[in-house]
């Protein structure tokens, strides 16, 4: 009897801040909304193994694409969060406004 692969995923974190508190972080894997994040939640999100580009979303505005690796059966931790310094200096910029980076 052959076993299936083991399912892979990504966990997407994002720490309770008083910036955004009440909107929600959109997630994009590969071009394609897959879910959303909620001011101290995370989101699981099952993908295929390897190479995927995510990107979090809120309004016109987000974070820089992240180049991602997930091997087969595993789970990659992404912790989604503003990035510092201040929102109004952030805001009018496509990639600037929010940062992905990966959790150990």
């Not at 009440?22 to 993908?47: A, H, L, N, Q």
């Amino acid at each position: 009897m052959v076993e299936p692969p083991c399912a892979s995923a990504i966990t997407f974190t994002r720490p309770r801040t008083y910036r955004d508190f009440v909107r929600t972080y959109f997630i994009e894997i590969d071009g394609e909304e897959v879910c959303g994040v909620k001011s101290g939640r995370s989101v699981t999100v099952p993908v295929t193994p390897g190479e995927h580009s995510v990107r979090a979303r809120i309004s016109w505005t987000g974070s820089a694409p992240l180049r991602v690796v997930v091997a087969e059966g595993d789970e990659l931790r992404v912790r989604v969060e503003p990035m510092p310094g201040s929102p109004l200096q952030q805001i009018g910029t496509r990639d600037g406004y929010l940062r992905l980076s990966i959790d150990d």
